[in-house]
């Protein structure tokens, strides 16, 4: 059964300051992983998708890596800001059932001005 | 391109109501995919409908059932509210699997 972790739960970080957020998954089977946005009480942005046969993803200040070996990846968001504040969530397709996201809890971003 | 739309935003139940929940896929997809999310956690698969059929389907009990239209939007309906169905209902649709999935605004029930 593919179990998705994303510590920490929360962080606070002043403006400016670059973000490292990560995922982890135990099955290495993936097909894809995917990174969203989440603001209170609203829905999912999808921010990156990246291929299993990817080593990384690039859309503007935001970055994502995926070691499948290992079974992480990892967010990072370059010269933060106080707008990127909110909940920041990854998912993988169930091995067995690739139409199903398996999704973490999230960490939860401050960005402090 | 107006992306993945749902209604209504709010919706207020007793326990042992029945709603339904509506969802309208981004433009060009053709699966669309229901997830409920608890205050502080990721969201939950319910269930997936693909050519308007349950294609998959989570771990939810059978009062919770879907319909998918020929035009591709779909319905959640969930029988006999429980309190703990209050929560966060996501639709996700995509253009088959396991494609990007695109997320709408959700729909924000409560069951007193």
């Known amino acids: 059964k593919q179990e998705v972790t994303q510590i920490p739960a929360a962080l606070s970080v002043p403006e400016g300051e670059n973000l490292v957020l990560n995922c982890s998954f135990t099955?290495?089977?993936?097909?894809?992983l995917q990174w969203f946005r989440q603001d209170p009480g609203k829905g999912l942005t999808s921010l990156l998708l990246?291929?299993?046969?990817?080593r990384e993803q690039t859309s503007g200040r935001l970055n994502a890596s995926l070691d499948k070996s290992s079974g992480r990846s990892t967010l990072y968001i370059a010269a933060s800001q106080p707008g990127d504040s909110a909940t920041y969530l990854c998912?993988?397709?169930?091995?067995?059932?690739?139409?199903?996201?398996?999704f973490g809890a999230g960490t939860q971003v401050v960005v402090t001005p | 391109d107006a992306g993945v739309t749902q209604s209504p935003t709010h919706l207020i139940k007793t326990r042992g109501q029945q709603v339904t929940l509506r969802c309208s896929p981004k433009?060009?997809?053709?699966?669309v995919s229901w997830y409920q999310q608890a205050l502080g956690q990721g969201p939950q698969f319910i269930f997936q409908?693909?050519?308007?059929?349950?294609?998959q389907r989570g771990n939810f009990p059978d009062r919770f059932s879907g319909h998918q239209f020929p035009n591709y939007s779909s319905e959640l309906n969930v029988n006999a509210l429980l309190l703990g169905d209050s929560a966060l209902y996501l639709c996700?649709?995509?253009?088959?699997?396991?494609?990007?999935?695109?997320f709408g605004p959700g729909t924000r029930l409560t069951v007193l």
């Open positions: 998912a993988v397709p169930f091995t067995d059932s690739w139409g199903k996201l398996q």
């Open positions: 409908y693909y050519e308007e059929e349950e294609r």
């Open positions: 990246i291929q299993s046969s990817q």
């Open positions: 996700a649709s995509s253009s088959g699997t396991p494609n990007e999935q695109f």
């Open positions: 433009s060009g997809h053709d699966t």
């Open positions: 099955d290495s089977a993936i097909y894809n």
